[in-house]
Structures are given as C-alpha cells and as structure tokens.
C-alpha cells in the first residue's frame, strides 16, 4: 500500500462530513435516480469533493463511486478508489445519524486501505491491509465465538423468508442499520456477531467496511462463501454474509445456494 493512503482517505471522509453536514436544516434537492434510491445535493456535494481531492492526490488511480459516472479506465488502473459519498441517503433524509460516509482504495481488486465515518455519532473505523482494524483510534475486535441461534445479527426480514434457507429458517436475534457499510463496522466492533444480505450488493457499500471487518478477525464472503474481488467490470456482489467465524459458517450452511 503506498504510504499515507490511509492517512488520504481518513483526512477525505472528515472532510466529506464537514460539507455533508452543511445541508442537515437546509433544502437537500431529493430526486430519484433510475433504480428509484433517492440522491440528494449533499450527495452530489461531498461527491464532488472526494472526487476532486482524492484523485487530484492520486491521479493514476481509478474511480468507482455511486454517484459518478463509471470510467471503465478504472478497470487498467492497479489501484482504484471505490466510494460511496453518503451511504444511508435515505436515513440522511429522514434527519438520523445512522448515515455514513465509506472510502476505500482496491489493488488488484483487493482493499488495502478503508474508512467509515458517521459524523453524527462520532464514529470513525478506519483500517489497512494487515495492520488491524480501529474506532477512533483504538484497536477493535470481533465478538467472541457464539453459535447462530445465540447471535445477534444485522438483516433485514427478506433474508429470512423461507426459500432462502435449506431448512428451517434460522432463530436469532435481527436489528437493523440502513447503511450497510455501518453494519459490516458494528459486527468489526463486536456489538453485532453477523450481518448478511442475500441482494446483489454495489461495491461501494461493501468495500471500505469489508476491510474493516476482516481486519478485525471476522470472516466475510458472498452469500456462496466465495471470497469477495472488487472493481469488477460490473460493481455488484452476490450478496453479503459476514461475522464471527463459527456464525458467518452457520448462516453459509443454512443458505440455499443457488
């Protein structure tokens, strides 16, 4: 990783807050994009910055970012940023704090180098390849080793309906966080023992907070127990299953998989 991209990216998101929270009170220009997930100018704002600064920083690397345009030049470039301005558009809306802004930087298709940021709640993980992962600067960890039906996880009532499971669906105890990239740091926190989503997912909600939470020893896959690449010519992951070792297997062996 070259020296300093975390550093770029954890000066960047506070950045990004300090121009996405000017809109909180304020006119956000709600409009609707093709897929009907709603973009407001906030973020098109924070957008806007990230692109400029981090780009003008590192020039040679790619740009995959929910709010831009795809340049499939990224797909040549050995590093790519992968970016999701606000992720939570929808909670930002609605005036909670559960939004985040999630950063990360991919090489070869593998993220070295991530953060997460809630301005609202005072939260920055922050983590890059082999070097552990943090909130606000101190070392964070998975929880303990529990079973699935002792777990507290990060779903949404979809993923339980019962043709996604081989067998009875699963008992636990589900919460819920709109950002997905928030999801993936709670469980790297311990606060959650999983989180899983069977939807196809866009890379920029799942990069920054995948790095992450590996770096805090839990495991993380497709909803087949492939390993996830990223910057693929089409950004979009077969869903989601993360956590604690022995629950991120639990769930893998109760899915279907086709």
Known sequence: MPANDLTLLTDAALAAAETATRFIGGP????LKSDDSPVTAADLAVNALLSDRLQCARPHYGWLSEESVDDPTRLAAEHTFIIDPIDGTRSFIAGEDTWAHSLAIARNGQITAAVVYLPLKDKLYTAALGQGARLNGSAIAVAAPTTLSAANVLTTKPNLDPHHWHGAVPDFRRSHRPSLAYRLSLVAEGRYDAMFTLRPSWEWDIAAGALILTEAGAKISDKTG?????N?????LNGVVAGAEFVWQEVLDGLRRS
Do not use: G, I, K, Y
Not at 28 to 31: F, K, M
Not at 226 to 230: K, S, T, W
């Open 28 to 31: 956000l220009d709600v409009t």
């Open 226 to 230: 492939e390993p996830l690449q990223f």
């Open 232 to 236: 693929n010519p089409h950004p979009q």
